[in-house]
């Protein structure tokens, strides 16, 4: 067996969650299932995750942190896509978090209603999603007899005071909102849903 030389690789403490309420700038992965058609007939275009006990289907996705202090550290959570149960409260929640993503990513405020800010807005398939870098604000979720971990609670938009801060220059394909009606602060869009473990899911 070779000799295996690890001094030049890095030691990510992934021990701790990172504290509440802490922005970080994260790059998206999603992880593909086998669901590509909803139970109505709608075609994903996707390999989304579908739920054994629920028969919601989600985006399975993994956060990394791509800079700072938490450098590589990762936050796994979920994006609804549809659920049999409940209406369209799941689908609804998961829209609402995919343009807040879309928003921060692309560097245009949701209240922006120019031609140049909707095409930000549009996503051709959710693989395009793949590797966008944006900003979010993380919580601890405590559940059970399970270790404290990491979840997002808000995507981090243009309109939020630091976001220009903290953003740099990474990934502006659109430009920004520079009209002062879209710079309010505290601009965020939230997971509104309880996010939970392993296969099970709200709805």
């Known amino acids: 067996m ?6 030049n690789d890095e030691y990510v403490d992934s021990g701790s969650p990172i504290p509440n309420k802490t922005i970080v700038k994260v790059q998206l992965n999603i992880k593909q299932g086998s669901c590509n058609q909803l139970d109505d007939g709608t075609r994903l275009d996707f390999y989304a995750t579908k739920s054994t006990n629920t028969g919601a289907v989600y985006l399975d996705c993994e956060y990394t942190v791509v800079e700072g202090e938490y450098y590589k550290r990762k936050i796994f959570d979920m994006i609804g896509l549809y659920s049999p149960n409940n209406g369209n409260k799941w689908a609804d929640m998961g829209r609402s978090l995919l343009k807040g ?3 921060s990513a692309r560097r245009v405020s949701p209240k922006d209603k120019s031609p140049q800010a909707q095409k930000a807005f549009i996503l051709n398939n959710y693989q ?3 590797g966008l870098v944006f900003l979010v604000e993380v919580k601890v979720e405590e559940q059970g007899n399970y270790d404290p971990r990491n979840k997002i609670a808000k995507i981090i938009t243009p309109d939020h005071k630091d976001y220009h801060r903290l953003m740099g220059d990474t990934h502006n394909p659109y430009g920004h909102s520079s009209s002062p009606q879209y710079q309010q602060p505290q601009g965020s869009y939230s997971n509104a849903f309880d996010n939970t473990l392993n296969d099970d899911v709200p709805f």
């Open 128 to 130: 395009e999603l793949e």
């Open 2 to 7: 070779p000799v295996i030389d690890l001094t």
């Open 101 to 103: 993503i879309l928003s």
